[in-house]
Structure formats: structure tokens, C-alpha cells
């Protein structure tokens, strides 16, 4: 399995319900972000969590990071249909202390939020 | 401040002809990374490079592929001799630095290779 994996693979919520993605790693990392990409269109950077971090939030983003079990989670408050989207995972890992911004992707999850 | 831009946004090709994609970089960035994208997969890094470097192509295949990033000028990601399998989405991003900083991704060029 790769670096980087989320769970579900999708996700089908109604408005104003919450939703937990989670990711899976299994390298040592200098940092793990989130993304969001719309259909057929471009990343949009979520949010960074470095490695000596537990919790960041911004606005309706609560995401969590546990370095010894290797995952994080990203939590939605809130929902909007507006946030259906794929939600990806990405590690910047630290192989050997080099890291070069070399982004790992999960698979992603597919959020569908029904109005 | 422009983001990340590529061109085109599509790209269609037969096979065995060339592709050529498009990146410039957001204003203050010297470093680019390209991506591809598979459908229905997450993104799997191509090559890093800095101003007429290249420092890491270990996602690149080893024929037909080549990147560069000029003095002046875009970033480019080059396909020789398209075949179907190379039909994707490329995404470029940008940092300021590399290592811990954010990545900024454009739109994407969607190749298709008739």
C-alpha cells in the first residue's frame, strides 16, 4: 500500500452534518497537508500540520496528527454542499533528514454533501 | 498576485506525436514540481526542479519524458511519442522554497492521446 492513504474512499453526508477523513502513513514526515480538489479542476491547499504538531484548526478544518500511529484526520463542522469535493492527503517526507517538498498523495476521499 | 499558471488546459494528441505543457511559476517562487494524476487517483509526483536545475526526477520514466525550468521563461514538461497510456492530468505547483513550505498547484493540463 502506498504512503499516504485515506479513508472512506467516499463519503455521502447531508448539509450540517460533520466529516471525518482519515490518512494513513507509514515514513517519517517533515509535515502532512490536506487538499481539496473539485471535479476536473485544480488542488487547493488546505492546511499544513507539522510533524511536532497534535491540532490545527482553521475556520470549519479541525485537523489531528499522531506521529506514533502514523495518521491524521481531518474533520469538516458543519457542511456545506459547497465543500463536495476530493479531499487528499499529502506527506513531505523526511527519508534519511533530506526532504525536498516532494509531496506524497493518498488516494483520497470523495465528500459528497447532499443540501 | 497570478497563482500557477498552465497551459493548456487541454491538450489533445495522436499517438506518437509530442506534448508539451506549460508552467509559470507563482511570482517569487523558484521552485516547481510536476505532478500526474491518473483518473480516479491521487497525484504522483514527476520532478522537482529549481532555475535550470533539476534535483529530483525519480518519478519521472525513464524514455520519452523530460522537464526543464529556464533562467527565463515557464517550466516545461516535455512527451515525446505520446502513446494512450500517457493520457492524464499534469498538474504543476510552485513553492518559495522547498521542504516546508506550502505548495501552490495550478489548474492542470488534461492530455488526451488519441
Known amino acids: 500500500s502506498q504512503q499516504g492513504e485515506e479513508d472512506p474512499q467516499a463519503l455521502s453526508i447531508q448539509e450540517g452534518e460533520n466529516a471525518t477523513m482519515n490518512c494513513s502513513y507509514k515514513t517519517s514526515i517533515n509535515n502532512l497537508q490536506w487538499y481539496r480538489q473539485n471535479s476536473g479542476r485544480g488542488l487547493v491547499h488546505l492546511i499544513l500540520i507539522r510533524s511536532n504538531e497534535r491540532e490545527k484548526h482553521s475556520g470549519r478544518l479541525r485537523v489531528t496528527l499522531d506521529t506514533s500511529k502514523k495518521s491524521s484526520s481531518l474533520l469538516i463542522t458543519a457542511s456545506r454542499a459547497a465543500d463536495t469535493a476530493s479531499y487528499f492527503c499529502a506527506t513531505d517526507g523526511n527519508a534519511g533528514g533530506t526532504s525536498y517538498g516532494k509531496l506524497t498523495f493518498g488516494q483520497g476521499t470523495i465528500l459528497t454533501v447532499h443540501p | 498576485n497570478a497563482g500557477v499558471m498552465q497551459n493548456p488546459r487541454h491538450l489533445v494528441r495522436r499517438r506518437g506525436q509530442e506534448a508539451r505543457l506549460r508552467c509559470s511559476p507563482m511570482k517569487g517562487h523558484s521552485h516547481v514540481y510536476w505532478y500526474r494524476q491518473l483518473p480516479e487517483e491521487g497525484l504522483k509526483f514527476m520532478v522537482y526542479?529549481?532555475?535550470?536545475?533539476?534535483?529530483?526526477e525519480s518519478g519521472m520514466p525513464k524514455e520519452r519524458f523530460s522537464a526543464e525550468f529556464p533562467k527565463e521563461g515557464p517550466s516545461i514538461l516535455r512527451i515525446q511519442q505520446v502513446v494512450r497510456g500517457d493520457s492524464a492530468a499534469y498538474f504543476c505547483a510552485s513553492s518559495q522554497t522547498s521542504g516546508k513550505n506550502i505548495q501552490y498547484f495550478g489548474a492542470g493540463t488534461r492530455l488526451s492521446v488519441l
Open positions: 526542479l529549481q532555475k535550470e536545475n533539476i534535483i529530483d
